[in-house]
């Protein structure tokens, strides 16, 4: 009988732009106050990446981190997926872009579109490619320029975005199974509560387009926390019960870090403390699908988490979409 393969993660890594935003910086552009937006969201600063900066560049810097935390070359990859909602452009795709930028070529990469949930779809995508036994090593990447589609002169969206990219290399293992379970879910009921009307077949970029805004993102903020809180305890909850763990038995908790107030509304109802729950949203701000993996990366690199631990990632975005997994690291 042929043993069941597993899924391995070889090494994670992360990478934020030099500029920093702070919000003594937005006051200067919209009416607002550190303490209005600290009091509201928990951010205290924001990486906001330079004009000649893509998507693809953030990606490939935390591509390579990941690479050498993995240890291995990149002629290992064998398929690169890349969760944006701010690609380089509609195509080629930016998981192509990354590609070439990594020197690679003649490996199957495309883009994967589920707003802040991305990353949590990538593990999902991910790990049934490699228990298909489809591919070996597989390249995973959430980046996302979220400065590039904000209205700046919006100050209940503006306080809340930045830029940043985490990667992570999972390979077929007949050893370890790094990746215990996976809960995805999504209802497009929703989705004229978050969401960026123009550049698509819809609403096409035309002068008058660009003049009425459609090109940032629009956000109803308290129905999305409505929505968000109860569809991340879920998420957690089927997503431990899948791996067949107890609560308890996790270390960390990494919630999307989207709005201080959801991720303790979140604890609250998952009834843990937030000493187990990882927060970083003070200095990245929210960076859609790159928030749980560069979150997951410092914990790593920062000691917070040890070989052997269990963490459960969990997040919520337009569309809605939202995803859990349970990871062991």
């Known amino acids: 009988m042929d043993k069941k393969i597993g899924v391995k993660i070889l090494g994670t890594g992360s990478y934020f732009p030099e500029r920093i935003l702070t919000n003594a910086d937005l006051e200067k552009i919209v009416d607002t106050s ?9 951010i205290h600063e924001r990486h906001i990446a330079a004009d000649n900066e893509a998507t693809s560049d953030l990606a490939l810097e935390a591509s390579k981190k990941a690479l050498k935390a993995a240890n291995i070359p990149g002629e290992k990859i064998d398929l690169i997926i890349v969760a944006t909602i701010t690609p380089d452009m509609f195509f080629p ?21 589920a707003a802040c949930s991305g990353f949590i779809y990538g593990i999902a995508t991910a790990k049934a490619f490699i228990e298909s036994g489809l591919y070996k090593t597989i390249l995973l990447v959430g980046s996302d320029m ?46 004229d ?16 387009s660009i003049a009425a805004k459609y090109h940032t993102i629009t956000m109803k903020g308290a129905d999305v926390f409505k929505s968000a809180v109860p569809k991340m305890v879920k998420a957690a909850e089927d997503a431990i019960i899948k791996a ?9 908790f990494i919630p999307h870090q989207a709005n201080m107030r959801i991720i303790q509304a979140v604890a609250k109802r998952l009834n843990i403390s937030m000493d187990s729950v990882f927060v970083n ?8 699908s790159a928030t ?16 052997g631990d269990l963490v ?10 939202w995803g859990g997994a349970v990871v062991r690291i």
């Open 312 to 321: 459960v990632l969990v997040a919520f975005g337009g569309g809605f979409t």
């Open 146 to 191: 979220l400065s590039r589609i904000t209205d700046w002169t919006d100050r209940s969206t503006c306080i809340l975005f930045g830029d940043g990219a985490g990667a992570m290399i999972l390979s077929a293992s007949e050893e370890d199974d790094n990746v215990l379970s996976v809960s995805l879910g999504a209802d497009g009921s929703f989705g």
């Open 93 to 113: 795709s930016t998981a192509c872009c990354l590609e070439k930028k990594l020197g690679l070529v003649n490996i199957p990469a495309f883009d994967l579109l």
């Open 281 to 288: 949203i003070h200095k990245t701000g929210n960076i859609s």
């Open 244 to 252: 067949g763990v107890k609560l308890q038995d996790v270390k960390l």
């Open 193 to 208: 509560l978050l969401y960026m009307r123009g550049g698509g077949s819809v609403c096409p970029a035309t002068a008058e």
């Open 34 to 42: 550190d303490e209005w937006i600290v009091t509201r969201t928990g």
């Open 292 to 307: 749980t993996i560069t979150a997951l990366d410092e914990a790593i690199k920062t000691g917070k988490l040890q070989k």
